[in-house]
């Protein structure tokens, strides 16, 4: 009788992820002596980011690419270089310095979550994971992004990127579904490395290589460091079959004419009457909507006398 074939990877259920070997024990290597030899040399990876200035970068870079990101983020650093610089300020002065990054409520956020390090952990930036967790603003990726980048520790990061990685090189599909799932986590909990410091290199290697290699539209397998291992490589790369993927629009919309009126607001000096907004945008229904929307996210400030400013608190 012919053995059962075994196949050529384990799954998460033959795997456990308690003891013995990790699933993806094979990519590990690879994976991370590529980064040691390809990683981007970026401010908030050199030891003197401190795990402020890791949580800073994790909050800016959330559907920003780096380029734009790099500019702001230097400025901040310089003028908030610890959350207690941050806290003492105005949320709106948060807003005001975001720029053009787009998504400004990241701003508010990440002042909040300042506030309450500063109040609740002395001004440093909390190690332990659930700690993070409770932050204002702070979602299971960035807590196990700052546990993992700021302080070595061993947590499944689970960033586009590596959603990408780990679909195309152990699942065999092109992309990752559009929400994270249950099943990746599990998938990417499996993959870690036992070691502690290695899980975290890990981590920050397998992200590397999404945004550089095993990129969305144009994957790079001949500079991929496991393509030879590559699942959705191997099977000849089949088209995606799930869920059209949602792409992301911006001229015309309110985002558009939200960061129009937002932009009028951290140029001026003192509060802006509606009429310097009104002249922002053609279409007074959807500017209307536009501004109404920024109240009620705290962005903007509605004052007496029809005039709003950035929020002071």
């Not at 050529?8 to 002596?33: F, K, N, Q, R």
């Not at 393509?227 to 799930?242: D, F, I, S, T, V």
């Not at 509060?271 to 920024?294: C, F, K, Y």
Request: hydrophobic share 40%.
């Amino acid at each position: 009788m012919t053995a059962p074939t075994k196949p050529p990877h384990p799954t998460p259920a033959d795997t456990d992820t308690t003891s013995g070997p990790a699933l993806g024990e094979h990519l590990h290597a690879p994976v991370i002596d590529w980064f040691s030899e390809n990683a981007r040399d970026l401010p908030w990876r050199r030891p003197e980011a401190g795990a402020w200035g890791v949580m800073v970068s994790e909050f800016m870079l959330q559907q920003t690419p780096v380029n734009r990101v790099l500019p702001v983020y230097e400025q901040w650093l310089a003028r908030w270089p610890r959350p207690a610089d941050l806290a003492a300020e105005a949320p709106g002065e948060a807003v005001r310095a975001w720029g053009r990054l787009g998504y400004p409520r990241r701003a508010l956020r990440l002042h909040g979550a300042a506030v309450a390090i500063t109040e609740r952990h002395g001004g440093d930036v909390p190690a332990d994971h659930a700690q993070l967790l409770a932050l204002p603003g702070i979602g299971e990726y960035t807590a196990a992004a700052v546990a993992s980048f700021a302080y070595g520790q061993r947590h499944p990061v689970l960033d586009t990127n590596v959603r990408r990685v780990i679909a195309r090189a152990i699942t065999g599909v092109q992309y990752p579904p559009n929400a994270t799932t249950a099943a990746e986590r599990k998938l990417a909990r499996a993959l870690l490395p036992q070691d502690e410091s290695t899980a975290a290199r890990w981590a920050a290697a397998s992200m590397e290589l999404g945004a550089l290699v095993c990129t969305a539209k144009s994957e790079a397998c001949h500079r991929c460091p496991i393509a030879a291992q590559c699942a959705w490589r191997l099977a000849g790369k089949p088209e995606h079959e799930g869920p059209p993927r949602r792409g992301q629009t911006y001229a015309g919309t309110d985002r558009q004419v939200r960061g129009r009126l937002l932009a009028v607001l951290r140029e001026a000096h003192g509060p802006v009457p509606q009429s310097a907004l009104d002249r922002v945008w053609h279409e007074p229904v959807q500017r209307a909507r536009a501004l109404d929307g920024l109240v009620a996210d705290g962005l903007v400030e509605p004052l007496a006398g029809g005039l709003y400013r950035l929020p002071l608190t």
